[in-house]
């Protein structure tokens, strides 16, 4: 059968058939499947947006010294060049375009973590393929009420078309001064 149950705002009438002690415990379970139904809700919100979003979404646990990934949206297995379920399993270490860059940032965003607070950076990351590219990165707290045991969640940026752009927006803005520079001599 189907068990429906509605927790309502207003108060229910007293009914010599339902004694208190039952009417508790329905509004209890009332309100603790009201929870479920909009935590749940929230759960669908979080992930639809996460799958939409165009930046990579990393997940992971912490394994002692190794921080896994656990799951991945189809914006990081684009980014990455693999499946989401390639990504699955596979250490941080893996993404990082090499192992000093990975340990000098884990240990940079440890001291964000622990006090619960959002890291951000920039560097290098590696593709499947071997290829490098520079990335931008938050990295917080999945459950901050239960620290780095309730896992971690990353958002990665590709910034190399940014890079390549500023590149060679500066090499325009150096051509132009070397050209004002020397309109001078060439005018005289």
């Known amino acids: 059968g189907l068990l429906e149950v509605v927790l309502t705002r207003a108060p229910i009438p007293t009914d010599p058939v339902c004694p208190p002690e039952q009417r508790a415990f329905l509004d209890a379970v009332a309100r603790l499947l009201a929870g479920a139904v909009e935590r749940e809700h929230l759960r669908t919100l979080i992930t639809r947006t996460a799958t939409n979003v165009g930046e990579a979404v ?24 693999v499946a989401p379920a390639d990504l699955v399993g596979r250490t941080t270490e893996a993404i990082h375009a090499s192992q000093g860059d990975h340990t000098a940032l884990r240990e940079a965003s440890l001291t964000a973590l622990e006090a619960r607070q959002t890291f951000r950076a920039s560097g290098p990351m590696r593709r499947a393929d071997g290829s490098v590219f520079p990335a931008e990165f938050t990295l917080s707290l999945l459950h901050p009420e239960v620290g780095m045991d309730g896992g971690l969640v990353s958002v990665v940026r590709d910034v190399a078309e940014r890079v390549r752009a500023e590149t060679e927006l500066r090499r325009s803005e150096e051509r132009l001064s070397l050209i004002a520079d020397h309109v001078g001599q060439v005018f005289w």
């Open 58 to 81: 990393l997940i992971f646990r912490t394994e002692g010294e190794a921080w896994r990934i656990v799951d991945a949206n189809p914006a990081a297995a684009a980014m990455f060049g």
